[in-house]
């Protein structure tokens, strides 16, 4: 496993300048034959599927969407024992299936023996099964499916296809970077194999996944997640060791990341005004979590008047903007259709151009509301512009009439 790191950093260390912090570098773009310029933007993606009507990361779930016209669809991967990718979210099987066990540590012949129940709650801490948010109650039980399957199914649509590598967190051991590089490899390989490299966008709020998919690549586009929780100053601190040991952040021997301050604020806004973890894996595109866009405090940049401009100048023009957990499972706040479109007109102001989230249906109706009421507003503004020319028409043939 050592030397497989080895390989990485070496690969990554070859030809680069060992004194900056990738000031000067630029994302690649999505790919421009991708499917998802061919959708209408912000497009709507159904995070794990559709959760409000099948359990989540299932092949029923991803054939709900369809029918409801979602734009793309998310799923969580995870590679089991004996290497298969499967659609599953948590680290454990419990909370999907009664059973107490590690999804890594089972072969996939023994996922097959389970169902996910048709009862599945979501909790407000990971692990803690005794804090309830939301319970649902599906039609039937279902079964974890392979990435393949879904994939397949996938191809004959026009759906883009939004991939997250988990578990969502950087490993501690050598043993979970081995995983990380492996999951992202795999995926990708994947992807090739059936030719869906226009199709699929692969995404993880790990960056380590995403070297072992830049290992392969091959035209697959990806991205790096940015969320809330490196706000936290301990886990900011675990995290600035953690992302110091990614391949080519460890080649420059600059210690960018340990000159962002004390505190996770600083830390954060530095990642988010620099690119730096996103350039150091060769990311495509950037998608950070609805609530950073939520508190200007979190991008405000000095000699930057938008996260918009932020982006274009030290990301790439053409790198494009996503956002997730918009209207999420978990969410126990309640808003009103205004607030709603309130909030998608945030999200257009800032350039946002994919959105993820749990309820398809929610977020397509407020886009709606929003057009309908952007054009109203224009249809009076000409009305308003076609009066005051009618009215300076008149006065300039009245004048005209009387001398």
Same mark, same amino acid.
């Given at each position: 496993m050592r030397k497989t790191w080895l390989?990485?950093?070496?690969?990554?260390?070859?030809?680069? $300048?060992?004194?900056?912090?990738?000031? /000067?570098?630029?994302?690649?773009?999505?790919?421009?034959?991708?499917?998802?310029?061919?959708?209408?933007?912000? $497009?709507?993606?159904?995070?794990?599927? /559709?959760?409000?009507e099948f359990q989540e990361n299932t092949l029923e779930g991803i054939r709900s969407l369809i029918e409801i016209k979602?734009?793309?669809?998310?799923?969580?991967v995870q590679l089991t024992e004996d290497d298969q990718l499967v659609l599953f979210q948590d680290r454990n099987l419990y909370r999907m299936t009664g059973e107490d066990f590690e999804l890594t540590k089972l072969p996939y012949n023994?996922?097959?023996k389970m169902d996910l129940m048709d009862k599945i709650s979501y909790y407000k801490h990971e692990g803690d099964y005794t804090d309830a948010i939301k319970t649902f109650t599906y039609r039937s039980t279902s079964k974890i499916p392979l990435l393949s399957d879904a994939l397949k199914e996938l191809k004959t649509t026009n759906l883009l296809v939004y991939i997250e590598l988990m578990p969502e967190n950087?490993?501690?051991?050598?043993i979970d970077r081995y995983i990380a590089l492996r999951v992202g490899e795999l995926a990708t390989k994947l992807v090739q194999q059936l030719q869906m490299e226009r199709q699929v966008l692969i995404v993880s709020r790990d960056p380590v996944k995403l070297v072992g998919v830049n290992s392969v690549y091959g035209g697959v586009s990806f991205g790096w997640l940015i969320d809330p929780s490196l706000y936290e100053k301990k886990t900011a601190e675990t995290m600035k060791v953690k992302f110091n040991d990614i391949p080519r952040v460890f080649s420059l021997k600059t210690n960018c990341l340990n000159k962002t301050g004390a505190n996770g604020f600083s830390f954060t806004k530095y990642l988010i005004s620099t690119g730096y973890i996103s350039k150091a894996v060769n990311s495509s595109f950037v998608d950070f979590a609805i609530d950073i866009f939520n508190q200007k405090l979190f991008y405000e940049i000095p000699g930057h008047s938008s996260l918009r401009e932020v982006v274009s100048k030290n990301y790439g023009r053409g790198t494009t903007v996503g956002t997730f957990d918009v209207f999420t499972v978990n969410d126990t706040t309640t808003s009103t259709e205004k607030e709603d479109v309130a909030l998608m007109e945030t999200i257009d102001e800032y350039g946002v151009t994919r959105i993820v989230t749990d309820d398809v249906n929610r977020v397509k109706r407020a886009l709606h509301q929003k057009t309908i009421t952007y054009n109203k507003g224009s249809v009076l503004q000409s009305y308003f512009q076609i009066l005051l020319m009618v009215l300076v028409f008149s006065k300039t043939l009245a004048t005209l009439i009387f001398v």
């Open positions: 390989v990485f950093t070496l690969l990554f260390t070859a030809g680069l $300048c060992a004194e900056d912090c990738l000031e /000067n570098e630029k994302l690649r773009s999505i790919r421009s034959d991708h499917v998802y310029f061919q959708l209408k933007h912000p $497009c709507v993606i159904g995070h794990m599927g /559709n959760v409000q979602a734009d793309g669809v998310h799923l969580h023994e996922l097959l950087v490993g501690e051991q050598p």
